[in-house]
């Protein structure tokens, strides 16, 4: 590890005066961890000019791949592990977040952090307990596996936990091109929940509408895709109730039990159900932009039950 020079705590540190040992520039940073966020970050971090001493996990075949790539030291992580970085970001597993933290050493203020959306600061208290300032640094991303350098840039980034440590974190988010997004734990937690419904039920649906279809030519990625892209969209540019279209903005009843019809003769009895469900939450909207009459939405609501 290169020699860092270290300051009274008087300085300021990226232009924070907290109570914590800082140098003056950008802080070294460890990353445990060989998965998708671990390359992300590292990717993202040495781009915006960051140095990363040590990457530590468990992965032989990827830690040789970040030596070579990044011309940085890989270490294999075990009880020995050690560091000495200003800021470790905990990249694992969300079951293998608190065994990791338990075998740090102990640290006079330096800054953990782990990226788990569902997992709560508190699992790295016995990292708090040896000194650490524990934090919690989950982007809103989802991450593949060739992340480019700008893949953090315009994403929220929630942090939580240890106030100093999330003023540091927020300044690195901002460095590599991200929106810090000060939760607290109960709001972490709900966070999490939203972004699974947005992201990953996405794909849900779009496995859901592939088994109405009998057509075995196209994907139905591939035929229902522009339509995504476009309401997607729409979405994003006018939020989810002007976005709004289909048969339940318009109270299209007849439409609506065609479809719950249609959807009977599949013996879906969970699919009949999601697009009630979901129709529900498309009433909602509906109503919020007052496209409806009073008259109209008491009969959508009673006929979605």
Partial sequence: MQDVARYPVTREYFGVKTKLVYMSKKPVIDIIGTGRMALALLTSLAHSGYHVSTVAGRNSSKLSKFKIQFNIEAVKLDSNFSTEADVVFLAVSDDAISDVAAILDSSDGNILAHTSGAQDVDVL???????????SFHPLQTIPEDAE???????????????????????????????????????????????????????????AAETLLDNPTIKTEQLLGPLMEKSLREILDKGPDKALTGPISRGDIKTIDKHLQIIKKTNQQGLYELYKTLGRYALQAAIDDKRLSQEKEKELEQFLK
């Fill in 125 to 135: 208290q016995d990292a708090e307990e040896k000194g650490w300032k524990i934090a």
């Fill in 149 to 207: 350098p700008e893949i953090f840039r315009d994403v929220y980034i929630s942090l939580c936990g240890d106030t100093e440590a999330c003023l540091v974190l927020s300044k690195i988010a901002k460095s590599i091109g991200a929106h810090p997004y000060d939760v607290s734990s109960a709001e972490k937690q709900k966070l999490h929940v939203a972004a699974v419904l947005t992201s990953n039920y996405m794909a849900a649906l779009v496995k």
